[in-house]
């Protein structure tokens, strides 16, 4: 009996793995974020000292403080038609190189004009950095993985304060002022060569396969090709100042950023001068509100994609933790009834928790832009909400420069707050995409 040919092995369909570029760009941004924050909140921690050695009085002070505010909220609108035309990558890093300059350039700095003319310069070039944050977020991550993604990067904000505040005070305590600029300056020009190396578009990138670059078109990811766009008229463009949905998100926004914008200058002071801290301390008391905020910017993006994957109308999933978060935000002005230190500093990380939960709507504006214009709409919509940093440092410097306390300035934070909340819940509609009709 003859033998039988054995039976070719059964060839089996390779499946490649899926790559997870998408997460190195994520853990980028964290990083970038994290440094973007602490150049513009170093001089707070600077600000009970450099008041003093510069005769700078609240007024003055609150001045400097919305210096950077002026030009990132101008800037934001040319910004986002610089990123619509060359792009994330190109875009960010010139932009971190520029902006780290100027850091480094306010350590010597020698009265009003020079340090009020640096933070101006820092403004400037810092306005492109959450429009190419939110651009690479569409354009790497499907939508139900956005908010998270959001979430993430936005909590390098707070990350980065709350672990390097204290470093901070130290550095202002036992060297000078002087020294926290040239740290942080220094710091941002290393990570330059950084966020060119690893920081591509998706067709670009040499970590991504096809398999993820699959799974991120059919999730909805965008692709970035900035130098093919073709021309819009102004009646399209004009789009993003005509729907009610979008003002109600603006509007929103700059409640949003209000209370941020307290914690980002005013706070170590707050705590210096209201509560009589010493530098060291305000320094690691305010740590425990940043990692607050930490956690609620993590949950507020895992709440609405958690709501997104159970099929829960992008309307509640998105706008539901950015309201719940603005009206407990509110509940900052509690602090003005209390002289107890650890009740006011609960009562600010409820309050910076909540705000940090408010800190999805990016994610808002990246589902509602429309495609071809989502690098200006990212724009406006931080323009929008940037007014704020010029606002709220002046207003509650004339607050305090009258009354000599920051009772009147938690009012001010407190009721903007709730002025947010309403406009998502009147003005912003249903979340779709707005398409613009082609000429």
Same mark, same amino acid.
């Not at 991550?141 to 959001?150: G, I, K, L, V, W």
């Not at 970035?224 to 102004?234: T, Y």
């Given at each position: ?105 306010? *350590? $010597? #700095?020698? %009265? @009003? ?10 403004? !400037?070039?810092?306005?492109? &950095? ?16 956005? *908010? $998270? #993604?959001? %979430? @993430? ?10 672990? !390097?505040?204290?470093?901070? &005070? ?218 704020s940093g010029i606002v709220t440092p002046i207003v ?22 709730l002025v947010g909340a309403l406009s998502y819940l ?14």
């Amino acid at each position: 009996m003859g033998l039988r040919n054995p039976s070719p092995p059964i060839q089996k369909k390779q499946f490649k793995k899926r790559t997870k570029a998408r997460y190195i760009i994520l853990f980028i941004l964290f990083l970038s974020t994290a440094l973007n924050y602490l150049d513009r909140t170093n001089i707070s921690v600077a600000a009970p000292l450099l008041k003093s050695d510069l005769h700078l009085n609240a007024v003055v002070l609150g001045l400097v403080f919305s210096a950077f505010g002026w030009t990132y909220a101008i800037m934001q609108i040319p910004g986002g038609w610089f990123l619509d035309k060359f792009g994330a990558r190109l875009t960010y890093g010139v932009a971190l190189a520029i902006w780290s300059l100027f850091t480094l350039f306010q *350590a $010597f #700095a020698r %009265g @009003f004009g020079s340090l009020f003319g640096l933070r101006l310069g820092l403004g !400037l070039s810092e306005a492109p &950095a959450f429009p190419t944050n939110n651009r690479l977020v569409a354009t790497w991550f499907p939508r139900h993985e956005r *908010a $998270f #993604a959001t %979430g @993430f990067y936005t909590a390098g904000e707070y990350v980065g304060l709350a672990f !390097l505040t204290p470093v901070l &005070a130290w550095i202002v305590s036992d060297f000078s002022w002087h020294a926290i600029f040239i740290v942080t300056g220094i710091l941002g020009l290393i990570f330059v060569p950084i966020w060119f190396k690893f920081v591509h578009d998706p067709k670009d990138s040499p970590y991504v396969n096809d398999e993820e670059l699959a799974y991120i078109a059919e999730g909805g990811g965008l692709e970035e090709e900035a130098k093919d766009k073709k021309k819009l008229s102004w009646s399209q463009i004009s789009v993003l100042l005509k729907r009610r949905t979008l003002w109600g998100i603006y509007i929103g926004q700059f409640g949003v950023t209000t209370t941020l914008w307290f914690f980002l200058t005013w706070f170590p002071t707050y705590l210096v001068n209201e509560k009589h801290m010493t530098i060291i301390h305000a320094g690691f008391y305010s740590m425990v509100p940043y990692i607050a905020a930490f956690c609620g910017v993590l949950f507020g993006g895992a709440i609405s994609d958690w709501l997104i994957r159970r099929g829960v109308s992008a309307s509640i999933s998105r706008k539901t933790p950015i309201i719940i978060g603005l009206l407990l935000a509110c509940t900052i002005v509690l602090a003005n009834y209390t002289s107890s230190i650890g009740l006011v500093i609960t009562i600010m990380s409820v309050a910076f928790f909540a705000q940090g939960m408010s800190g999805i709507s990016w994610t808002l504006i990246g589902d509602v832009a429309p495609k071809e214009l989502l690098g200006l709409a990212g724009g406006i919509f931080n323009f929008a909400g940037n007014l704020s940093g010029i606002v709220t440092p002046i207003v509650i410097g004339m607050i305090v420069g009258e009354s000599q306390h920051f009772g009147g300035a938690l009012i001010f934070v407190s009721t903007v707050a709730l002025v947010g909340a309403l406009s998502y819940l009147l003005l912003v509609g249903k979340v779709d995409r707005i398409e613009i009709e082609s000429k």
